[in-house]
């Protein structure tokens, strides 16, 4: 444009110039996309393209001189590949892009497989068999719009041992697991206090169980570990044929390309919508620091059908906390499983290489981009990733994400969290290049529910290392464990460091940092988060993890969290300020994880409405944590400001009436569920 626009003036002066320009960003170039397109046709609505391929050639002939709207058709595009947007596919010149569905319709990207030609395999059973391309796997399978249970077995921590190499069988009447064919496909899960962990099998040999590493050492040391949870927890075998033993459950072989589905009584599969995840991600959008994505939006499209393949390797899924995991072999001490299962010095020099669970969309190296009404769905990882650390993201540049907004999106039905902004690598909080920071994210009006739901360790919402996330107006419920959870670090990365991670040696392995990290200034209000905390209970429907100058959290209606905590400032939270929230039946409404080594001070609890729960918060020196305000309420009789928090909580009137949403549950009664 600067070019054109220097041409311009050389030839008839600015005034010309300058009419030309205002003329050009007045353009909009439309093109069409539909299914049943042809991509020799023009992309015009009587003669659309068949693929986005096609479509983003065309968009990127008119981006540097017109705005560009994509516009889909309804129907399901197949991809047979992620789709990618580069540097290249940007807004130029002032320009927009926009991916947009064709009003009224409902384009589907899917990376699924349609599976058909069901037969019936053991009557006895009901178990049916289907082909499916061989090689093809996933962690995932989706009947009639919903997840499906893997095959698995419940089987009590007593009925094992855990060993440095494995377990041993101690209850006979799991000898059998011997005898079962492709023993290497055999997982382990481990639900814990705030971890949920897996880790495959290599071999079984009469009683003894060989695992996969660095899985199974991995799992094994540090926090909430598999051999000695915090607080027990359910034990699983999973992903075998022998294991089909509830209907509704499902196991797929790749090496045979047959994939088993329990059926329950009168239903037959082939009269049902199976869908087999063939991709790990759907769309990435990345550029590089000196180069990023600009001005781009995506607007009304589902996205559905990916997997996440990582667990079932020798690598396991390590989970450390909300989607961190190890994804590597290091030296262990010989009695790893008696020193350090509280952590260890040597367990200390992993934490920063700890990697984050890749989206299905990602966004990272990216600025000016928009998601609005879009269905994010039956995705088997992280529905959308926003900068996070390079490991995550398929372009291989993490981070680098500014002015993203996600606005008027649904988020049901997934394996890992609705929405994971920001890293947990050094990069993130004491950036290398100033490129990489995450900083002004708004995710607002979302619907984020029945998500994390094979990763139950994963909050719905979680924002890392970001300067400014804006998390507001949204609703998040039914989940294993936490609301909406900001922050990183436990404290470790703060100014002068942490005396408990001095204590624990992790200084051995990285700075005390003397500057702030990135994770300041963000706001959290006016959001309902209620039927939290399922299954792990420590942790908090609002959750902080460190320092954090100028964060506030107000507004919020929290309820409905299996008795556990409602506002939580886990270990090194600083500067952090929550008021006039409205927090109904918690077991502790307000909780700081505070000892005189860990730093969480200077907080401030204000204004805010309880009627149940312990206040579990540290005050006085050194903490400085201040209670100031709160009221706690009897019988239902919330003040009128209260209940003006609890009306107004979640997404906004408007949307919730042009979506069929229905309004905050009544105060003081039983608890309500929106529906996507």
């Known amino acids: ?70 516009e889909l058709t309804g129907g399901t595009y197949s991809l047979t590949k992620p789709w990618r947007l580069t540097g290249a596919d940007s807004g130029r010149n002032g320009h927009t892009v926009t991916w947009r569905a064709l009003p009224g319709q409902t384009p589907v990207l899917s990376g699924g497989l349609k599976v058909t030609h069901w037969k019936l395999r053991d009557q006895a059973s009901n178990i049916y ?63 814990n206090s705030f971890t949920d962990r897996f880790a495959p099998v290599q ?47 499902w196991y797929l072989d790749p090496q045979a390309g047959s994939l088993y589905y329990k059926a329950p009584a009168g239903q037959d599969p082939e009269a049902s919508d199976v869908e ?8 990435q959008i990345g550029g590089t620091y000196d180069h990023p994505v600009h001005d781009v939006a995506v607007q009304g499209i589902r996205f559905e059908y990916s997997t996440w393949l990582q667990p079932g390797t020798s690598t396991g899924y390590a989970d450390q906390q909300n989607g961190a995991f190890l994804a590597s072999a290091y030296p262990q001490p010989a009695d790893v499983l008696t020193s350090c ?8 020099a992993a934490r920063n290489d700890w990697h984050q669970i890749p989206a299905a969309v990602q966004v990272s190296a990216a600025s000016g981009i928009t998601f609005t009404g879009n269905t994010f769905t039956h995705l088997g990882q992280v529905a959308l990733g926003i900068g996070n650390d390079a490991n995550a993201h398929a372009s291989g540049v993490g981070l680098g994400a500014s002015r993203i907004t ?9 394996s890992g969290a609705g929405i994971v902004a920001g890293g947990v690598q050094p990069d993130a909080h004491h950036p290398s290049n100033p490129a990489m920071a995450n900083k002004d994210i708004t995710i607002k009006d979302n619907l984020v529910t029945k998500v994390a739901e094979d990763y139950k360790d994963m909050s719905g919402i979680l924002s890392t290392y970001v300067t400014h996330a804006v998390i507001e107006h949204n609703e998040v419920s039914d989940l294993a464990y936490d609301g909406i959870d900001v922050g990183w670090g436990w404290g470790a990365n703060d100014p002068g460091g942490s005396t408990d991670y001095e204590n624990r040696g992790l200084y051995d392995y990285q700075p005390v940092y003397s500057t702030p990290t990135t994770l300041a200034d963000n706001i959290v209000r006016y ?50 300020t929550m008021s006039h929230n409205v927090i109904q039946d918690a077991g502790v409404w307000a909780f700081t994880n505070a000892s005189s080594t860990n730093n969480t001070n200077d907080n401030t609890f204000s204004g805010n409405w309880y009627n149940t729960g312990a ?59 929106r529906t996507p």
């Open 129 to 191: 068999v289907a082909r499916v391309p061989k090689g093809v796997d996933a962690r995932q399978l989706y009947v009639d719009g919903a997840l499906a249970p893997r095959a698995s077995l419940t089987i009590s921590r007593d009925d094992v041992k855990v060993t440095r190499s494995g377990m041993t069988i101690v209850n006979p009447a799991l000898n059998y697991l011997a005898s079962l064919p492709q023993q290497n496909r055999i997982e382990v899960e481990s639900q």
């Open 527 to 576: 959001n309902l988060i209620h039927g939290t905390k399922k299954v792990f209970h420590d942790g908090g429907s609002l959750y902080n993890l460190s320092a954090s100058p100028g964060t506030v959290m107000e507004g919020n209606y929290i309820y409905d969290n299996h008795n556990t905590v409602g506002l939580y400032l886990d270990e090194g939270s600083r500067y952090v």
């Open 276 to 283: 087999l995840p063939q991709l790990t991600s759907l769309l």
């Open 406 to 414: 996600v606005y008027d999106n649904t988020f049901s039905d997934d």
């Open 341 to 348: 299962q509280s952590g260890c010095r040597e367990f200390e």
């Open 1 to 70: 444009m600067a070019a054109i626009t220097a041409a311009l003036t050389a030839l008839t002066g600015t005034a010309l110039s300058t009419a030309a320009a205002g003329a050009m960003a007045g353009r909009t170039t439309t093109i069409v996309v539909a299914p049943e397109g042809n991509d020799r046709n023009s992309g015009t609505a009587d003669h659309p393209v068949a693929t986005l391929t096609r479509a983003q050639h065309l968009a990127r002939e008119s981006s540097q001189t017109s705005d560009v709207v994509v």
């Open 203 to 249: 071999s079984i040999d009469g009683s003894t169980i060989t695992m996969q590493q660095p899985a199974w050492n991995n799992n094994n040391w540090g926090y909430d570990t598999l051999a000695k949870p915090f607080a027990g927890g359910t034990l699983m075998l999973q992903n075998s044929y022998a294991f089909l033993r509830s209907a509704g459950q």
């Open 615 to 673: 206040t579990q918060v540290a005050t006085g020196s050194p903490h400085n944590n201040v209670l100031s305000g709160n009221v706690q309420v009897s019988d239902g009789d919330w003040p009128a400001a209260a209940r003006q928090v609890m009306d107004q909580a979640g997404i906004e009137p408007g949307l919730r009436a042009a979506t069929g949403h229905s309004g905050p549950a009544p105060k003081g009664s039983a608890p309500h569920t």
